[in-house]
């Protein structure tokens, strides 16, 4: 079975402060993983995704994400947080062995970035 | 707009009435998925098809539900007596089947959001 884990329903920063957002998986075979950011109202935005090759991910808007395989971890950090970055931030799992197209994703976090 | 479109963006509706809802992809994209997502949960995956053909279906979509993409174009979701546990925010995605595309051209709808009163 696939899953992912968020660890914190709530992370608050501040403003040019470092952030980190915490994900664990669980995957039967070889992890795609993924994070994704949502706005009020709004659809859910790619934002970075790991497939193979080196563990840290740089993606959108600044963000990065660090692969680790004993830790079973993708954890998304930022080096300096905007207030813009305020949002929900899902993690999600693709098993790559499968044939299957869906994600599993985490139950979010919500990130506050205080000004 | 380019992007994924929904239609409705709210739907409120009583119990036990029907509701469709609508999702236009990406023109060129061959895949489209719906989810569904509530209150403090991530999105959960509803059933998806590539071209006309639904190919997958979760067992959270109950014999009340029905999925249609009757050209490999748009797709409706369909929810008949309806309840109030039905009460979620419908997401539709698309994307283009290349093995190279592993979620960056997965673009997200900005859904469809159902309060059954």
């Known amino acids: 079975a696939q899953s992912v884990a968020q660890p914190e329903d709530q992370v608050n920063v501040a403003e040019g402060n470092p952030l980190t957002v915490k994900c664990t998986y669980s995957v039967s075979g070889n992890p795609y993983l993924f994070w994704y950011v949502q706005y009020p109202n709004r659809g859910l935005q790619f934002l970075l995704k790991?497939?193979?090759?080196?563990?840290l991910v740089k993606g959108s808007y600044g963000f990065e994400a660090e692969f680790n395989k004993s830790q079973t971890s993708f954890h998304l950090k930022k080096p300096s947080a905007l207030v813009s970055d305020s949002a929900l931030y899902f993690c999600?799992?693709?098993?790559?062995?499968?044939?299957?197209?869906?994600?599993?994703f985490g139950t979010g976090t919500s990130l506050t970035v205080i000004p | 707009d380019t992007g994924v479109s929904q239609d409705p963006r709210h739907k409120i509706t009583k119990r036990g009435q029907n509701v469709t809802f609508r999702c236009d992809p990406i023109s060129e994209h061959n895949r489209l998925y719906w989810y569904r997502q509530t209150l403090g949960q991530g999105p959960e995956f509803l059933t998806y098809f590539q071209n006309e053909a639904q190919l997958e279906k979760s067992r959270l979509l109950s014999d009340r539900f029905s999925a249609e993409r009757p050209k490999g174009s748009f797709s409706t979701l369909e929810i008949q007596r309806t309840e109030q546990g039905d009460s979620a925010m419908y997401l539709c995605?698309?994307?283009?089947?290349?093995?190279?595309?592993w979620g960056y051209g997965y673009t997200f709808g900005s859904g469809t959001r159902l309060t059954v009163v």
């Open positions: 999600a799992v693709r098993d790559g062995n499968i044939a299957g197209n869906q994600f599993y």
């Open positions: 790991y497939i193979t090759g080196d563990n």
């Open positions: 995605a698309s994307s283009f089947r290349d093995s190279k595309n």
